[in-house]
């Protein structure tokens, strides 16, 4: 299964709000089977505010 992911590439600026060049999307590939005491999560909705430095 491939998926699509939106990484961190670097820390916002000097006044913390962050652009495009902050982040770049990843397509990687996941693997069918899930090993014992794995688990696979699909995050719905991700917020991140200002005081989560």
């Given amino acids: 299964m491939k998926i699509q992911r939106v990484v961190l590439n670097s820390r916002p600026g000097v006044n913390g709000m ?11 590939a996941l693997l069918d089977k899930i090993e014992e005491g794995q688990v696979r999560v699909r995050a719905l909705y991700l917020s991140v505010d200002p005081y989560m430095e």
Avoid at 18 to 28: H, K, L, M, Q, S
């Fill in 18 to 28: 962050p652009v495009a060049e902050n982040f770049r999307v990843e397509e990687v």
